[in-house]
């Protein structure tokens, strides 16, 4: 079945502040989820990954309170909490609030002072399939207090608000790529980053005979945070043999003179960045060029890397990868793979757009018919990044 795309928009959310509050929001900010359609564990080694943002999005409603203390609503029907300016820039329950509280501690670091705001959240980005609804929720907010208070933050400077709000008060460690792309996404286009020193170009998706599918596999493996480590330790490890700095100083020849010293497990995790950045350029220049088979060629080694020497991979997203080859419209897969960390969440392919519902339904059926597994899917293209939807005159 197809994830419910309930449709966000102004005439939808004012209402529902009015409702909340008592009277108008003053500004309305949007910031969409995000799927990376190839460049895995390349981020933390100072590599490239191509995401594109989504059509999905979480919005911010805010207005001035007439209260002095922060009111905020996390989700339509949830209740309101009320914090004290004081409270609002330190962690506290409920949890979700801390995405706020962290983006607001860190815009007064940066000198700027948010007034208590009444505030309400809508999403349409699905949490918990690893489409960066938190992301979404960072930059949104960011974007949204920034313009009420007057402020200038640049797109660049909001995805690192977001990143440190993920690690100061959401404590998750994450790399910079999904705030990136939520903030300066462009409609239409993906970003090709380097992680190294941010600087990235916009690769054009026009081409309407060509969609972005992504399934949930549904599942999500325990052991994800343990192997997140070891292979990042892996990487650090590999480093150490061949003399670099990041594994992008390295080359395929370097891997191959020092093969032994490595030892398999060392040089197999090398060998997927090595060559995932090598992917990530080729997919980037196929995709301009509007060479879809070169890409998928490009997705595909991507995840047979990632499951063979990353090994980050498991049997359901294999199973789902596997079927973009043999269900009955496998011809009008251009190429799949997994997408995000590993261990479980979803794949993306592309996929011919006259066929994509029907490529949908059969992988759909096939995964149900293999594992018993329900499952949903999403048909879209390239988003645009954070912007305002409403600014009251």
């Not at 979404?136 to 400077?157: H, K, M, N, Q, R």
């Not at 054009?204 to 070891?230: E, F």
Request: aromatic share 6%.
């Amino acid at each position: 079945m197809d994830l419910e795309q309930r449709s966000i928009s102004v005439d939808s959310l004012l209402p529902h502040y009015e409702r909340y509050f008592g009277h108008r929001p003053a500004i309305i900010a949007a910031a969409p989820g995000r799927v990376n359609l190839i460049g895995e564990h390349t981020d933390y080694n100072n590599g490239f990954v191509l995401p594109m943002a989504l059509e999905m999005i979480n919005a911010v409603s805010v207005a001035p309170s007439p209260t002095g203390k922060h009111r905020w609503v996390g989700s339509l029907g949830d209740s309101i909490i009320e914090l004290s300016p004081e409270e609002a820039s330190r962690p506290g329950d409920p949890f979700w609030s801390n995405y706020v509280r962290g983006v607001v501690c860190m815009l007064e670091r940066r000198g700027v002072k948010v007034p208590p705001v009444d505030m309400l959240v809508d999403s349409n980005v699905p949490r918990g399939g690893g489409l960066s609804s938190s992301a979404a929720f960072e930059v949104s907010v960011c974007t949204a207090l920034a313009a009420l208070c007057g402020a200038d933050v640049p797109p660049t400077e909001s995805a690192l608000i977001g990143q440190q709000t993920e690690h100061e008060f959401v404590h998750v460690p994450c790399g910079i790529m999904d705030q990136f792309i939520s903030a300066n996404g462009k409609k239409d286009h993906a970003l090709m980053l380097d992680c190294k020193d941010l600087s990235y170009r916009y690769i054009p998706m026009t081409d309407p005979s060509v969609s972005v599918l992504v399934i949930d596999s549904a599942v999500k493996h325990s052991l994800a945070d343990g192997g997140y480590a070891a292979r990042r330790k892996n990487c650090e490890d590999a480093c150490g043999v061949l003399g670099v700095q990041s594994l992008r100083e390295a080359t395929l020849e370097m891997l191959e003179q020092h093969k032994n010293r490595l030892g398999d497990l060392c040089y197999r995790r090398a060998r997927h960045v090595v060559a995932e950045n090598l992917r990530v350029s080729a997919f980037a220049d196929a995709v301009q060029r509007g060479d879809w088979e070169t890409a998928g060629i490009a997705m595909r080694g991507s995840h047979a890397s990632l499951r063979d020497d990353f090994e980050v991979s498991c049997a359901e997203v294999d199973t789902l990868v596997g079927l973009s080859y043999t269900i009955p419209s496998a011809e009008s897969v251009y190429g799949a793979r997994m997408t995000g960390g590993g261990f479980g969440g979803c794949i993306v392919a592309l996929v011919k757009s006259n066929a994509v519902e029907q490529v949908a339904h059969e992988m759909l059926e096939g995964y149900r018919e293999a594992l018993g597994i329900e499952t949903t899917y999403i048909v879209t293209r390239p988003g645009q990044g954070a912007h305002l939807l409403f600014q009251e005159k």
